[in-house]
């Protein structure tokens, strides 16, 4: 019988499969194997050790070995730590929104009304963001319009920050601007000389696909929750609150619910890229099926100026 010569068999041999040659034509003497004894079961595991490492982390195809399952574990500390200062550096920029109600009509004092829940009702809960260190706060419209079309004096408007210190402030904030086209309103508020921060604003030009972001605000009145997703999709189309289309809308899939509406949509390195504003729920249960809407921050940069200074959008002045 021809035994094939060891070029052939490793030209034959399947793809990425390592050559083994097993030579069996001899069998040692009894002297022969006192001599030179057999590798042990034990000998043998740990001799093949650096073989098996070589195998787990062979890349067929490519001449960096994957990562080991230390340098993973080390990958994924350090993505889990660079989440965890994201927040830290971002969230002080956000804001909670209470709009409410007086129970009273002849209770106009603020600080009642802010140091005493019961003179007033919550009418709804959302979130914001500071828009810059004079206190001006940028927020969906639809979060304030009970606020907005009040036509009694009987809506207040409960903002929540923190100052640069850490230091919580809650305050009464007034509209200043709103525009219902695109789902935007500002608010401002006296921030009592006390130094703030604000937020980092990014563009919304060059996100992509798959990318990661982070939405922070107050689901169901919980201050402060991050959520994680990806950019899901872009240029989306989505109804404003007076009927019209918002355009260019990004599609993400981290949580938005009840509550985070006008909150930031940020990117891995703490820019804001939108405002969060829509969700699309589960039918019977209000739950967030994961398909959710900001409005790009390019769209805001365009539109919140005018409204600080103006108090409505730029092409309504003409």
Not at 40 to 53: A, D, G, N, Y
Request: net charge neutral.
């Amino acid at each position: 019988m021809m035994v094939a010569s060891l070029s052939s068999v490793l030209r034959n041999r399947p793809q990425y499969s390592l050559p083994i040659t097993i030579n069996c034509s001899k069998l040692p003497s009894n002297s022969e194997f006192t001599r030179n004894p057999p590798l042990t079961r034990r000998k043998t595991i740990f001799l093949s050790t650096p073989f098996l490492t070589l195998l787990l982390n062979f890349n067929p195809g490519s001449a960096t070995p994957l990562l080991s399952a230390d340098a993973l574990e080390l990958d994924d500390e350090q993505e889990e730590s660079s989440v965890v200062r994201l927040f830290q550096e971002t969230s002080p920029s956000v804001v909670f929104i209470e709009v409410l109600e007086l129970l009273n009509s002849s209770n106009n004092s603020k600080e009642a009304l802010l140091a005493d829940g019961s003179n007033a009702k919550v009418e709804g809960t959302g979130s914001g963001f500071l828009w810059d260190k004079f206190g001006h706060i940028v927020t969906n419209y639809h979060v304030v319009a009970k606020l907005a079309t009040d036509q009694y004096g009987l809506q207040r408007c409960k903002v929540t920050v923190v100052d640069a210190q850490g230091t919580k402030i809650s305050t009464e904030a007034k509209i200043i601007g709103i525009d219902p086209s695109y789902d935007l309103a500002v608010l401002k508020f006296d921030s009592q000389g006390k130094e703030l921060t604000p937020a980092l604003l990014g563009t919304s030009s060059n996100l992509h696909v798959g990318q990661n972001c982070f939405a922070i605000g107050n689901p169901y009145g919980y201050e402060n929750t991050l959520t994680t997703g990806v950019v899901s999709g872009l240029g989306r189309e989505i109804p404003s609150p007076n009927g019209q289309a918002i355009r260019g809308a990004i599609q993400t899939d981290a949580s938005i619910n009840a509550g985070n509406s006008g909150g930031p949509l940020i990117d891995s390195y703490g820019h804001v890229i939108g405002v969060n504003t829509a969700t699309f729920t589960r039918k019977g249960t209000g739950m967030s099926s994961g398909v959710n809407f900001a409005i790009p921050i390019d769209t805001v940069l365009r539109t919140i100026p005018a409204l600080i200074v103006y108090g409505t959008p730029y092409n309504n002045r003409y």
